[in-house]
């Protein structure tokens, strides 16, 4: 069995009760375990702002639909095109490494065909009608965000089996309610490719990811929606150095609490320093 992980969710029930309420969950089973390096990574210092833009949105590789805004490269915009959907990637395309990224598409601004995930250059980036473009094909994997499915190769399930539930403990009546944000975690040397809602890990949703290149990427079909990109980090697959290992021991016995704090405490500077990541 894998670590236990107690989670709290927002679902809400599709049989027309209005409330929402909390859902909590004993997670269990390999795919439920947190990576240790995504920890580390997560407690590292975000991107510079140099790196985030290296990693946005690609003005060069996306539907003519859609463009990258000019006062804000991280986030795009799609033309109000009736019956299109309409899709763009990322600049980088990933082969190795621990990647993570944040996407942030208002809930309100996501209509009935709103995917995130990750897809090969050869993944197409338009199509006529209302579809979640990103999963369709072979070249693709997405997570559609208003049904709670996972897409790949979509074009070629049979027409009886239907698209897997994520996060895969949704109980039949309930539908899991995605904030303004979510976070993609993609792990080249796993071959996985995960999401994080409010700092709450939702288990692997694709495998067999290893040996391609893949690049962000999300498909909509909303007017005038805007989505935003922003890479967190990234870690290589070597073996991570001693300090840095050391440092996230120190980190973690300080706590939530006293993280913050680390000015205060009677240690030498260049130990504040390393504990704080300068």
Same mark, same amino acid.
């Given at each position: 069995m894998g670590q236990k992980i107690s989670g709290s969710i927002k679902s809400v029930d599709v049989r027309g009760e209005s409330s929402y309420h909390p859902v909590r969950r004993e997670l269990r089973g390999p795919d439920f375990c947190r990576p240790p390096r995504l920890d580390l990574l997560l407690d590292m210092?975000?991107?510079?702002?140099?790196t985030q833009l290296r990693h946005a949105w690609n003005p060069d590789d996306r539907s003519l639909n859609v463009f990258v805004k000019e006062d804000d490269k991280l986030t795009f915009h799609r033309h109000p095109v009736a019956q299109s959907?309409?899709? +763009?990637?990322? @600049? %980088?395309?990933?082969?190795? !490494? &621990? $990647? %993570?990224?944040?996407? $942030?598409w208002p809930s309100r601004q996501r209509g009935t065909h709103a995917v995130v995930g990750v897809a090969t250059p050869e993944a197409s980036l338009h199509s006529v009608g209302y579809t979640a473009l990103v999963g369709s094909d072979c070249e693709s994997w997405g997570w559609d965000l208003g049904r709670n499915r996972l897409y790949h190769? !979509? @074009?070629?399930?049979?027409? #009886?089996? #239907? #698209?897997?539930?994520? /996060?895969c403990f949704l109980e039949p009546d309930e539908s899991f309610v995605l904030p303004d944000a979510l976070t993609v975690i993609l792990d080249m040397d796993e071959g996985t490719l995960s999401f994080m809602v409010d700092g709450q890990y939702l288990g692997v949703a694709f495998r067999g990811l290893k040996g391609k @290149? &893949?690049? /962000? +990427? %999300?498909?909509a079909v909303w007017g005038h929606c805007e989505v935003s990109i922003r890479y967190v980090n990234g870690l290589d697959p070597e073996p991570l150095p001693l300090m840095d290992l050391c440092r996230r021991v120190a980190r973690l016995a &300080? !706590?939530?609490?006293?993280? $913050?704090?680390?000015?205060?405490l009677p240690l030498p500077q260049t130990l504040k320093n390393y504990l704080q990541y300068q």
């Open positions: 210092p975000s991107a510079t702002p140099e959907t309409d899709c +763009i990637r990322g @600049k %980088v395309g990933y082969t190795r !490494g &621990l $990647h %993570v990224w944040r996407i $942030h190769d !979509g @074009k070629n399930r049979p027409a #009886a089996t #239907a #698209a897997p539930t994520y /996060p @290149k &893949l690049y /962000p +990427i %999300v498909s &300080l !706590g939530r609490d006293r993280i $913050h704090h680390i000015d205060a």
